[in-house]
């Protein structure tokens, strides 16, 4: 998304970001994070239209130019082995779905048409597997341990896979 991302599409003032064009064909209103609004406004300046992460020569990236190579390398740096654009989006989805997000929110924030697409991006880690377990154990009245042991979460890596973090 970001290879398209135009100045013209970014409303500021709403905080909000509308793609002129998608690959299902529908433009959904985004909201844009305060955090990423306020760097947004320091980079802008005083540009109204083009594109908002050109290449040298002024125009869009290439596929795979802007994005993956330097993703990779950054996953690299610190021991992901293959890390994508694709697994990140698998980790955005699984990291709201995990903290409480609603799927047809994160179908709406990736884009979706198919709420069945979404479902695919979010991973089950065995952590959320068994703290969901312990919820309904305890809404059926059984004692639940105060300390669930967990295991480190989960990112995406090698083929499509998961690799194990350091948990802090």
Not at 91 to 100: P, Q
Request: glycine share 10%; aromatic share 6%; net charge positive.
């Amino acid at each position: 998304e970001a290879l398209g991302a135009k100045w013209e599409h970014l409303d500021l003032r709403r905080r909000t970001y509308q793609p002129g064009k998608t690959k299902a064909g529908k433009a959904p209103i985004l909201p844009v994070p305060d955090w990423l609004a306020d760097y947004l406004k320091k980079v802008k300046g005083k540009r109204t239209e083009g594109w908002m992460f050109p290449s040298e020569d002024s125009e869009p990236h290439r596929v795979g130019c802007f994005t993956s190579k330097p993703i990779r390398r950054a996953g690299e740096k610190v021991g992901i082995v293959n890390l994508t654009p694709h697994r990140l989006r698998a980790t955005f989805a699984t990291l709201h779905v995990e903290a409480g997000t609603a799927l047809p929110k994160v179908q709406k924030m990736l884009g979706h048409s198919d709420i069945t697409t979404t479902m695919r991006y979010v991973e089950d880690s065995t952590a959320g597997l068994r703290e969901a377990q312990a919820q309904v154990a305890e809404a059926m009245g059984f004692r639940v341990r105060s300390k669930i042991p967990t295991e480190g979460k989960t990112k995406g890596g090698k083929d499509g896979g998961k690799v194990k973090t350091k948990k802090t």
